[in-house]
């Protein structure tokens, strides 16, 4: 939104309450190609109220624009997505990881690939709103999930500034550049919350966002013990097509709950899990550098300390850069990968609530408490 194109909240936010004001939105280039809510001023003030404080606070600038965004603007496009007023704190503080210079967000908008925020909320809020981590989780039909990411994904586009092709060079698009927020399936999980692993309370509210690809479905319904669902897994992480595999980073496993629960019937832990699927996945040098004959330009993006020779093995990422949840519904066994953009953003865990930055204490062994 310019500075010549503000919205009057009071006439129902636009120049004319006869006007069509979804047109107009999409006249102004204020959508996501998706119909928005126009916001009113009740609305508006209804959301900032759930925020707390005045409207014109300032909460953090959106790169590539570095537009500011305020209470009110935040509040707006949260409107304008279809949030209820009680999303509004996750999404401010999905806002403020993003914002994180480690995330570098300014990147994200512009890369070429096709990263977009990925954003994982544990907690007893993400229950409290109604998100979901189960059934169908990354699909339609939940309506904290696809606001709350659709709020994002309008802050990044109105504020931000982050638009196609002029400042959003993504050469293919994802559909998750649409909406792309999901919660962790705590309840039946039968692991500590990643936010726990993490070192938050159980008890505590936490966003978590990681630059990422689309999941790439992992699909085994042969294996019953923990080495051969994990080895399908490291199948579909060893792929040489990902930035994960060639520019390192971090990356996500989505582990559904009957691989979950088989693999915790075996006494494996997050730690056990995350080690394994960096021992065994990656390739030999040779393969990840085709003998060098392009060049060495992957080479370069290698740790010093790899060896390098035709025969060393190349790991996708380490265990501590494999951000584990649990998710899905109880039928099928699927679990998906999903490799992030590579060593030039960093994921950012936060909590909601400035009030939720409590401890759990040590989790480095991954026997986290509950």
């Not at 204020?30 to 925020?51: C, F, I, Q, S």
């Not at 806002?95 to 990263?115: E, I, K, P, S």
């Amino acid at each position: 939104m310019s500075d010549t194109q503000t919205l009057d909240l009071d006439a129902g936010g636009g120049p004319g309450a006869e006007e069509d004001l979804i047109e107009l939105y999409y006249e102004r280039g204020w959508t996501d190609g998706l119909p928005v809510v126009p916001p009113t001023r009740e609305k508006v003030d209804a959301m900032v109220a759930a925020l707390g404080g005045g409207p014109e606070t300032l909460e953090c600038k959106i790169p590539p624009r570095w537009g500011g965004l305020t209470r009110e603007v935040l509040a707006i496009n949260c409107v304008m997505a279809g949030c209820k007023p009680e999303y509004a704190p996750i999404v401010r503080a999905a806002m403020l990881a993003l914002t994180d210079r480690r995330f570098n967000l300014n990147g994200v908008q512009a890369t070429t690939h096709m990263a977009s925020p990925l954003v994982i909320v544990n907690g007893p809020l993400a229950r409290e709103v109604g998100m979901n981590g189960g059934a169908n989780a990354f699909g339609s039909g939940n309506r904290a999930n696809a606001t709350i990411g659709r709020a994002i994904r309008l802050i990044m586009l109105n504020v931000g500034g982050g638009r196609a092709p002029d400042l959003d060079k993504c050469t293919l698009g994802n559909p998750a550049k649409y909406s792309y927020a999901i919660c962790e399936q705590e309840e039946a999980s039968p692991f500590a919350p990643y936010h726990v692993e993490q070192g938050y309370a159980a008890e505590s509210s936490t966003v978590f966002a990681l630059a990422a690809e689309a999941p790439h479905s992992v699909s085994d319904h042969q294996c019953n013990d923990p080495e051969g669902i994990l080895d399908t897994i490291c199948s579909a992480m060893s792929t040489i097509a990902s930035n994960t595999s060639v520019l390192s980073g971090h990356c996500a496993l989505a582990l559904g709950l009957e691989h979950a629960r088989t693999i915790a019937k075996h006494g494996w832990t997050r730690h056990d899990i995350k080690s394994y699927l960096f021992m065994h996945s990656g390739n030999a040098f040779s393969a990840h550098s085709r003998d060098h004959r392009y060049g060495k330009v992957y080479n370069r993006n290698l740790p010093k300390w790899y060896k390098r020779g035709p025969d060393d093995w190349i790991p996708i990422v380490n265990p501590e850069r494999i951000h584990l949840c649990v998710v899905g519904g109880d039928a099928g066994r699927f679990s998906a990968f999903i490799p992030g953009w590579g060593h030039m953003s960093t994921p950012v865990i936060r909590p909601v609530l400035d009030s939720h930055a409590g401890t759990a204490g040590d989790c480095a062994d991954g026997l986290c408490k509950l």
